[in-house]
């Protein structure tokens, strides 16, 4: 019940408009208005930017680690493990600062490219808008790569040697049993992680927030952050971000369903 009262109540916000203490019932008009704001369309192609573009980089990097940690013959795997899985745990505020150095017009980042030529003047990572979304499709897979890499290594750990055994003596190559053993087997673990991440990436805040601010201009902003900035930093408008924040729900539900779908799976 403590669940749903405020799930219900602020369903009940999202068709009010007018300041926190004289609100007014409007109807549609709040889930009308997205249509023409430039500012919402510019946070939703954002969002769905990072979704399509940075979540199959980050899982196909995860599946891939996993499977060099998971080797027997690998020394000091626990230590890559936990090195790999640091970042998902390290302060937001230390991950940005970090991040805003390196990519800095003077950072490692454009010093490292300049170096071997494959630019000639820095590149305006915080400022370019193009550049700004590039850093932060980085920022999130370096954080939560490792994450997702524990999922994997958990499902392959429970895969029968055997089976990879079997293939190698029939001359399956290790790309042949990647493709053909590992995927299929680990295809849960696939969609549970498609799944989770699709969730964060549309309500993706923090290192937005905190690495860009959602600029320049609104280049960088999502729908979680403009939600924050309708609700707390321009003039309050609870229902206009309520309204937003229930397109988002719908978005997590139908996409999740999408996969679920596609994973074959019936539950």
Same mark, same amino acid.
């Given at each position: 019940?403590?669940?749903?009262? $405020?799930?219900? %109540?602020?369903?009940?916000?999202?068709?009010?408009?007018?300041? $926190?203490?004289?609100?007014?019932? +409007?109807?549609?008009?709040?889930?009308? /208005?997205?249509?023409?704001?430039?500012?919402?369309?510019?946070?939703? *192609?954002?969002?769905?930017?990072?979704?399509?573009?940075?979540?199959?980089?980050?899982?196909?990097?995860?599946?891939?680690?996993? +499977?060099?940690?998971?080797?027997?013959?690998?020394?000091?795997?626990? =230590?890559?493990?936990?090195?790999?899985?640091?970042?998902?745990?390290? *302060?937001l505020v230390s991950y940005s600062l970090i991040m805003k150095t390196i990519f800095a017009p003077t950072g490692i980042a454009n010093k =490292?490219?300049?170096?071997?030529?494959?630019?000639?003047?820095?590149?305006?990572?915080?400022?370019?808008?193009?550049? /700004? #979304?590039?850093?932060?499709?980085?920022?999130?897979?370096?954080?939560?790569?490792?994450?997702?890499?524990?999922?994997?290594?958990?499902? &392959?750990?429970?895969?029968?040697?055997?089976?990879?055994?079997?293939?190698?003596?029939?001359?399956?190559?290790?790309?042949?049993?990647?493709?053909?053993?590992?995927?299929?087997?680990? #295809?849960?673990?696939?969609?549970?992680t498609a799944i989770t991440s699709t969730i964060g990436t549309l309500q993706l805040f923090d290192e937005v927030n905190n690495i860009t #601010?959602?600029?320049?201009?609104?280049?960088?902003?999502?729908? *979680?952050?403009?939600?924050?900035?309708?609700? %707390? #930093?321009?003039? $309050?408008?609870?229902?206009?971000?309520?309204?937003?924040?229930?397109? +988002?729900?719908? /978005?997590?539900?139908? &996409?999740?369903?999408?996969?679920?779908?596609?994973?074959?799976?019936?539950?």
């Open positions: 019940m403590m669940v749903f009262i $405020p799930m219900i %109540y602020a369903l009940f916000t999202s068709f009010m408009a007018g300041p $926190p203490v004289n609100m007014h019932w +409007v109807g549609l008009q709040n889930y009308q /208005a997205m249509f023409s704001d430039k500012t919402f369309l510019t946070a939703a *192609s954002n969002t769905f930017l990072y979704l399509i573009v940075q979540v199959p980089i980050m899982l196909f990097l995860a599946m891939i680690i996993s +499977v060099m940690l998971n080797d027997n013959r690998l020394k000091f795997r626990g =230590l890559y493990r936990t090195a790999i899985f640091l970042p998902c745990i390290t *302060s =490292l490219l300049m170096d071997v030529h494959l630019i000639g003047a820095p590149i305006q990572w915080l400022t370019d808008p193009f550049w /700004a #979304k590039v850093l932060i499709i980085i920022s999130i897979t370096w954080r939560w790569t490792g994450y997702n890499m524990i999922f994997f290594l958990s499902g &392959l750990q429970n895969i029968d040697t055997e089976i990879y055994e079997a293939a190698e003596i029939d001359g399956a190559s290790r790309w042949k049993q990647f493709t053909r053993i590992t995927i299929p087997m680990l #295809k849960p673990i696939i969609l549970f #601010k959602g600029g320049p201009g609104n280049a960088t902003t999502t729908l *979680s952050q403009y939600i924050y900035n309708l609700s %707390y #930093k321009y003039t $309050p408008n609870f229902g206009y971000a309520t309204a937003i924040s229930f397109v +988002v729900v719908i /978005a997590i539900v139908v &996409l999740s369903l999408i996969q679920l779908k596609a994973g074959g799976e019936d539950k």
